[in-house]
């Protein structure tokens, strides 16, 4: 499976689950797509992964040139949303814009960096962890749900699921540019 194409391309929706279903009606009624696409939007986290639980919300990533332009296009956009709010963060290696608003029964959480999208930390733990749930199934799908739901964040839960040693969000970047097989031989 190309999982980027997958995610890039949106390939989930040929047969989305329920809350996908719910999740992509939300974002159509926002036209997000269509009104960030000079953004690259891609819609990450647990919910296109069939992971998500009650308290999930919808992810999605940016790639960011110009951030005045980013934050001037989100509040065009999104600003009338209840519980609108832009924050920013800064790190040795990057900036981050992040905006969050309810809308549709769902939190929303748009997240850009001045990164391609297949740099940003966020697509790479999306990737890594689809390959996982390739390799784990149905019976890891239900038991990161399980962990999650007792209030581990998803990527230790996955690397609790795993057993991957040391800091989880380092380990799956790593995995993220392994293959499935490979993953498979690291893992065993």
Not at 85 to 102: G, K, L, P, Q
Request: net charge positive.
């Amino acid at each position: 499976m190309n999982w980027e194409k997958y995610f890039i391309e949106r390939e989930y929706q040929k047969s989305p689950t329920d809350v996908q279903k719910r999740a992509l009606e939300g974002l159509s009624k926002l036209n997000l797509f269509h009104d960030l696409k000079e953004f690259k939007p891609v819609f990450a986290g647990t919910i296109p992964l069939d992971i998500d639980i009650q308290s999930s919300d919808i992810n999605i990533i940016c790639e960011v040139t110009e951030f005045i332009r980013y934050q001037t296009r989100l509040r065009e956009c999104f600003e009338r949303q209840k519980n609108f709010i832009i924050t920013e963060t800064y790190n040795a290696v990057a900036r981050n814009s992040t905006c969050r608003f309810d809308a549709h029964t769902f939190r929303v959480e748009i997240h850009g960096e001045k990164k391609t999208i297949q740099k940003q930390n966020l697509f790479q733990y999306l990737i890594a962890e689809a390959k996982l749930l390739e390799i784990g199934g149905d019976a890891a799908r239900a038991e990161i749900r399980r962990i999650k739901r007792n209030g581990h964040k998803t990527e230790p839960a996955f690397a609790e699921y795993f057993k991957i040693k040391g800091n989880a969000f380092d380990e799956l970047v790593k995995l993220s540019t392994l293959s499935v097989e490979e993953i498979k031989t690291r893992l065993s």
